[in-house]
C-alpha cells in the first residue's frame, strides 16, 4: 500500500497499536536520543513526541519492529517484494513461443510503467509554507549522543543530478547543523551523490542539492536500498508501494522532490568551496565516527506542510532502528542478487551484532569444490556487499539466524587454515579499524561441507581442550577464558587479556601453541579485558569492528616451520604504542550521566509506561577515557 503523508502513515501505526505520543516536555538534545534507545532495546513502540520546544513533532523508532517495517514497505512478508522481482524477471526472460505469450508480458509492462515516478506542474503539498529566511534551527534537529559535533539530520533524502546525463540518485547521509543556513554534507567516497560532486567539481559548476523529509516512508528506505546506479530510486519506491511517486519542481533549484513531503531543504554546494570539519558522530558502528572534512550544503529555501511532522532515528551499540532496514535490505534483495551475481545462493543473513557490512551469512547449494570460495568473491564484487568483512558460506539448510548451530557447522566443516581465505579490497570508510581509510581486508570461512575433491573438512579431529590454568599461569596478561562454547565441542577458545607490550598477542599465540596447552582448537579470539568472554552478542559485535582480518588473524609456526591448525584472531583495540596503529581509535558510543539521571527521575510523568533502565549503564566498562577518542596516537 502507500501513504498519502508521513501523518497518514502515523495514524496507521497508532490504529495497530504501534506508536505511543509523548506529550510532556522532550528536549532534541539528548534526551529524545536517550528514551529512543531504551525502547528500541526492548522492542517498544514508534515515539512521537509531540512536544520539544518547536512547532515540529518528532517521529522516531517508525521502522524498529518486524510490524512496523513490513508496514511502512506495505508488505505482509518481507520476502514478497523478492518473490515478485523474481517472477518478473522469469516473465520477461522466459520463451515466448507465440504472439499470445508475447501478449500476455503487455500488462507486465503496464503495471512497469504506472510506477514511473511522475513530476506535476505546480506546488505539493511539501511546499504549503515556504520560510521568509530559511533557517534550519527552527527544525527539531537531535543531538544524538553526548561527543557528537553538533545536531545533526539522520533521516534526509539527500537528491542530486548527474551534470552529463541528467540521472537522478536519491541518497540518505547524515547533515550536521552548522548554521541557519549551512549544514555539513556526510556522503561517503563510494556513493552515487558523492560521484556527482566529483563530476561538478571537475566542470567547475555549482552542484544543485535538494533534500526532502517525511512523506511515504517508503522514500526513506529507497534512499537507503542498494541499488544500481541505473535504476531511479522512485521507480524502485513505485515498485513498493505499487503507485507511482509525485513530484514537484523545487522552488530555487531544478530538481524534483515528493510532492507529499514533510519538509524540503534546497540549496547548493560548491566543489570549489572549501571542505568542513564535521562530526564526531555516534555512528551505526556503535563507535563514534571521528571528525572528518566533507562539503558544506547551502540552504536557499525551506518549505514545509502545514501539518508536518520531522522524522529522525538514532544510530548506536545494535540493536538500533536500522537493524530493522537492514533486514528488509537482507530479505528484498536475496533475489535479486540470486538472479544476477550468485544463482546458487540458497539464503543470506546479516546479524544486527555485524552492523551490516560486518558480518555476512550465506547458504548455497553446493554442487563442485571451491564454490563457497567463488560465492565469497562474487559478494563481495557485489554493490555494497564490498563493504563486507567477515563472511561465513554454508550448505543449503543451514539455518541462519541459529548461531549456535551455525558455530558447530564451523567447527565440523571448516579447517583453520585450508578453509579460511583472506582478501584485501575497500571497506566502509566507518570501519575504524582498517589500516587505511577506506581500504582494509576481508575474511572469508568455508563452512560447507567438503567433497573430497581437493578440499579437506575437520570431522573426526576429536573434542577441542584447553588447559585453561596452565594458559592463565603461563601468561600473565590473559585475565579470563571464554570456554562455553568448547564445553559444546566447538572448537572456539575466547581470551581475554590487558595487552601491556607491543605484540604481546602474538607471543602468546606462539606460547599457547609450542606449549600444548590447546588440542583441536581451531579458533582462537584474543578479546581486550574490558569485555565479558561469555556475552556473545557483545564479543561478536566489538571483535568484528577491531578486526582488519589481514592483519589480526594470524597462525604461527612449528620448529618445522608448518602453520599449527590454529587460527588466531586478535580482536582487540590498537594503538600505536602496542600495535603500530596508525589512527586515532573511537569511543563506544554512550550517554552521559546527567542525560541518564535527568529521563530516570522524569520517566513517570512522561506518560510512556513502565520503567526502561538505560542500555549505556552495561557497557560502562568498554568506554576507556571522556570523548569520541579512546585515544589519541602518539606518533613519531
Given amino acids: 500500500m502507500s501513504y498519502k503523508s508521513l501523518k497518514h502513515f502515523i495514524q496507521t501505526l497508532e490504529s495497530r497499536g504501534e506508536l505511543l505520543r509523548v506529550k510532556e516536555f522532550v528536549s532534541p538534545v539528548l534526551e529524545i536520543s536517550e528514551i529512543a534507545d531504551r525502547f528500541v532495546k526492548h522492542k517498544g513502540k514508534a515515539l512521537l513526541f509531540e512536544n520539544n520546544g518547536t512547532r515540529f513533532p518528532v517521529l522516531i523508532l517508525a521502522f524498529a519492529g518486524d510490524a512496523r517495517i513490513k508496514l511502512s514497505l506495505g508488505l505482509n512478508d518481507l520476502d514478497d517484494a523478492g518473490r515478485m522481482i523474481e517472477a518478473m524477471v522469469s516473465d520477461f526472460i522466459g520463451p515466448k513461443e507465440t504472439f499470445i505469450d508475447k501478449l500476455r508480458m503487455l500488462p507486465v509492462l503496464q503495471e512497469i510503467s504506472s510506477w514511473m515516478p511522475k513530476t506535476l506542474s505546480g506546488r505539493g503539498a511539501c511546499q504549503e509554507v515556504i520560510m521568509e529566511t530559511p533557517d534550519l534551527n527552527s527544525l527539531p534537529v537531535l543531538k544524538c549522543w553526548p561527543h557528537d559535533g553538533g545536531p545533526f539530520i539522520t533521516l534526509p533524502c539527500v537528491h542530486t543530478r548527474n551534470p552529463e546525463n541528467n540521472t537522478r540518485n536519491l541518497g540518505m547521509y547524515r547533515m550536521q547543523v552548522f548554521g541557519p543556513d549551512l549544514a555539513g554534507m556526510h556522503w561517503h567516497m563510494h556513493k552515487g551523490s558523492a560521484y556527482h560532486y566529483e563530476l561538478y567539481k571537475k566542470a567547475g559548476k555549482r552542484m544543485p542539492v535538494s533534500v526532502s523529509l517525511g512523506g511515504d516512508p517508503v522514500y526513506t528506505y529507497a534512499a537507503t536500498a542498494p541499488l544500481p546506479d541505473n535504476l531511479d530510486e522512485y521507480l524502485f519506491a513505485g515498485f513498493l508501494r505499487k503507485r507511482k511517486a509525485e513530484l514537484v519542481r523545487c522552488i530555487t533549484n531544478d530538481l524534483e522532490v515528493p510532492a507529499d513531503a514533510d519538509f524540503v531543504i534546497e540549496g547548493y554546494i560548491d566543489p570549489q568551496e572549501e571542505l568542513i570539519l564535521e562530526g564526531p558522530f555516534g555512528d551505526h558502528t556503535g563507535f563514534y565516527s571521528l571528525a572528518g572534512m566533507f562539503p558544506r550544503f547551502h540552504v536557499s529555501c525551506i518549505t514545509y506542510r502545514k501539518d508536518a511532522v520531522y522524522p529522525a532515528t538514532i544510530v ?4 538500533q532502528e536500522d537493524a530493522w532496514i537492514g533486514k528488509a535490505t537482507e530479505r528484498i534483495f536475496l533475489s535479486p542478487i540470486k538472479l544476477s551475481v550468485v544463482p546458487e545462493l540458497a539464503d543470506l543473513h546479516m546479524p544486527a551484532e555485524g552492523v551490516f557490512h560486518n558480518i555476512v551469512l550465506a547458504s548455497i547449494h553446493k554442487h563442485y569444490p571451491g564454490q563457497a570460495i567463488k560465492v565469497m568473491n562474487s559478494l563481495w564484487g557485489a554493490g555494497q556487499m564490498m563493504f563486507n568483512k567477515i563472511m561465513a558460506v ?14 558447530h557447522l564451523i567447527s565440523k566443516h ?21 589500516r587505511k581509510y577506506g581500504f582494509g581486508s576481508k575474511i572469508g570461512l568455508d563452512a560447507t561441507a567438503k567433497t573430497g575433491d581437493g578440499e579437506t573438512d575437520t ?9 585453561v590454568k596452565g594458559i592463565m599461569t603461563a601468561i600473565p596478561a590473559i585475565t579470563s577464558a571464554g570456554i562455553k562454547l568448547m564445553e559444546q565441542g566447538i572448537s572456539v577458545l575466547i581470551l581475554t587479556i590487558n595487552k601491556t607490550q607491543p605484540a604481546e598477542i602474538r607471543r602468546a599465540a606462539r606460547q599457547i601453541n609450542e606449549s600444548g596447552l590447546i588440542r583441536n582448537v581451531s579458533f582462537v579470539i584474543f578479546a581486550d579485558s574490558i569485555l565479558d568472554a561469555g556475552n556473545f552478542s557483545v564479543l561478536s559485535w566489538v571483535v568484528a569492528n577491531n578486526l582488519d582480518p589481514m592483519r589480526d588473524c594470524f597462525y604461527t609456526d612449528d620448529a618445522e616451520g608448518n602453520k599449527y591448525p590454529v587460527l588466531f584472531l586478535d580482536g582487540t583495540m590498537k594503538s600505536f604504542e602496542m600495535d603500530g596503529f596508525m589512527r586515532d581509535w573511537p569511543n563506544v558510543i554512550l550517554m552521559d550521566d546527567n542525560t541518564i539521571a535527568k529521563i530516570d527521575d522524569r520517566w513517570d510523568s512522561l506518560g510512556i509506561g513502565g520503567f526502561i533502565p538505560s542500555p549505556s549503564l552495561q557497557f560502562k566498562s568498554l568506554v576507556t577515557n571522556a570523548g569520541a577518542i579512546a585515544g589519541k596516537q602518539d606518533q613519531p
Wanted: proline share 10%; glycine share 10%; no cysteine.
Fill in 459 to 467: 570431522e573426526g579431529r576429536g573434542s577441542p581442550y584447553t588447559d
Fill in 316 to 319: 548506536g551499540i545494535p540493536p
Fill in 394 to 407: 554454508f550448505d543449503e539448510g543451514a539455518a541462519l539466524t541459529d548461531y549456535l548451530q551455525l558455530a
Fill in 414 to 434: 571448516t579447517h583453520p587454515v585450508n578453509d579460511v581465505h583472506f582478501i584485501q579490497g575497500p571497506v566502509d570508510i566507518l570501519d575504524h579499524s582498517s
